[in-house]
């Protein structure tokens, strides 16, 4: 069999590579597209259309910024919103915790006064003694 390439149109050897032959790469550079190995008869490649709408369904890029910048928007405002009820939450929990704090040295002064006037009465208690046996 021959080693020649089948297709009509281009008639190059399979195992010539472009750029070997200055004619192929000539005509490929012409063209503006790349030619990786020896296969000359590629055709373009083109962008792929990601969008499987059909034409009435699509949306031009004027509309999808406009809807882009919307939704940006919201989620500013939702962000914001959060931010707000999440300072307002911190808020209410420290007031909270100055309210506990006073609270606990309350107490704690309360117990030291108990004490201290615990500790007063024993001392005049036993002056009172000492008194009343001179008595």
Same mark, same amino acid.
């Given at each position: 069999?021959? /080693? ?5 149109? *281009?008639? +190059? ?5 472009? !750029?070997?032959?200055?004619? $192929? ?5 012409? *063209?503006? &597209?790349? +030619? ?5 008869? @590629?055709?373009?490649?083109? !962008? ?8 009435? $369904? ?11 910048? /919307?939704?940006? !928007?919201?989620?500013?405002? /939702? %962000?914001?919103?959060?931010?707000? +009820?999440?300072?307002?939450? %911190? #808020?209410?929990? /420290? ?6 704090? !006073?609270?606990?040295?309350?107490? #704690? ?5 108990? *004490?201290?006037?615990?500790?007063? $009465?024993? &001392?005049?208690?036993? @002056?009172?003694? &000492? ?5």
């Amino acid at each position: 069999m021959d /080693e020649t390439n089948t297709n009509p149109t *281009i008639n +190059v050897p399979t195992d010539s590579c472009p !750029a070997s032959s200055p004619k $192929l790469t000539q005509s490929t550079q012409k *063209i503006g &597209r790349r +030619v990786s190995g020896c296969k000359p008869w @590629k055709r373009l490649k083109t !962008a792929t259309r990601r969008s499987q709408l059909p034409r009435c $369904l699509r949306k031009s890029w004027d509309d999808r910024l406009k809807e882009r910048k /919307e939704k940006d !928007a919201m989620k500013l405002l /939702e %962000q914001k919103l959060k931010d707000e +009820v999440a300072s307002e939450k %911190q #808020r209410k929990r /420290e007031i909270a915790l100055k309210r506990k704090e !006073a609270l606990e040295e309350k107490e #704690r002064l309360e117990k030291l006064a108990s *004490i201290y006037s615990a500790k007063k $009465l024993k &001392r005049l208690q036993k @002056k009172q003694g &000492r008194s009343s046996k001179k008595k």
